[in-house]
């Protein structure tokens, strides 16, 4: 039986995509009121495709220029920059003290999240664009060269690699024996988490960027192929897959008995997760690629600007609207909503 990561941050903190390692996508977080102004807005001088992550006051984020760097959220001031080699579309994840990412020069970096000082370095054979996920001490990531890596977390040191049959972009998802990920050739994948060996693949129509959920034993994930898909965790079986108006690039966040997940339609749909049966679906905007996350009673996405949806109905709550368009997740604590732009804005909204 595979069982769900247990988050083990304090709620104030964001450690990863979708604010911890189990996707629950800050469930639990209060943010439930439309933010009234901005507390800060600072310019990082480069776009931003990647989400911030939160910790001990700190907001890490990277950029298209390479950039990873420490933003102290008491009076926005960068307390330290680490130039990487290439562009970074990459999320970033805290390991301990150790802020992870990955680069299109093929390696993911681990940086001291105190002093910006690089501490290790692994290496893929093209683009890092996955968020590096932490388990027990070793960290996983895909790559565009089609492999998954196992590297120790204290020394970027090698455990194993995997080759798919296509390029990852899917972050993975890593239970306690077993780590999901879904991939370019279309299909997901479960392998064992200690050696690598691919224990099942189901095939989808099309391919993969979407990043599983796992919900007791059932996981969750996208197509692009237009649908969502429920398999069983350790068969790869597919309970069921419902189908949205286009494809998907969204990552989805569970809540209770509900999944939620954007589509390229411009709609966010809520499903249970036991059955597939749509609950409601709201449209956000043109196109939905962000992965939602969720408040007190709201379940929020980023489509241009950042909609709040009451979890219960689908009823838009709030909606904020930005000077540039925002297509990364955001950071809900509660008092401030955390944004980054792709014009490389970086807001706190209160």
Known sequence: MTETAKPTIPESDWSSLLHDNSRTG??????????????????????IRSAPILRNGMLYVTSLAGISQAIDVAN??????????????STPSLCGNRVLFGCDDGKVYAVDGDSGTKVWEASSAAEVWTSPVVRN?????????AHMYAVEAKTGRARWTQELGGRIYSTAFAA????????GDGKVYSLDISSGKILWSTPTGNGIDSSPAVVANILLIGSEDFF????DVNSGVVRWKYETGLGIASSPAASGDLAFIGSKDGYLYALEIQTG??????????????????????VCIQAGGTFAFDIATGNVVWKAGLAGAVQSVPVLTGDVIYL???????????
Not at 340 to 350: F, K, P, R, T, W
């Open 26 to 47: 800050g469930q639990g977080v209060r943010a439930a009121h439309a933010p009234d102004r901005a507390r800060w807005q600072i310019r990082v001088g480069s776009s």
């Open 137 to 145: 001490g070793v960290v996983f990531f895909g790559s565009a060269d």
């Open 277 to 298: 049966r749509l609950r409601w679906k709201a449209q956000a905007g043109d196109v939905v690629t962000a992965p939602p996350v969720i408040g007190d009673g709201v």
């Open 76 to 89: 926005a001031r960068t307390k330290w920059k680490f130039q990487a080699a290439d562009q970074v579309h």
């Open 176 to 183: 306690e024996k077993q780590l999901y990920v879904g991939c």
């Open 340 to 350: 980054a732009s792709n014009d490389g804005e970086v807001y706190a909204l209160e």
């Open 228 to 231: 969502v898909y429920a398999m």
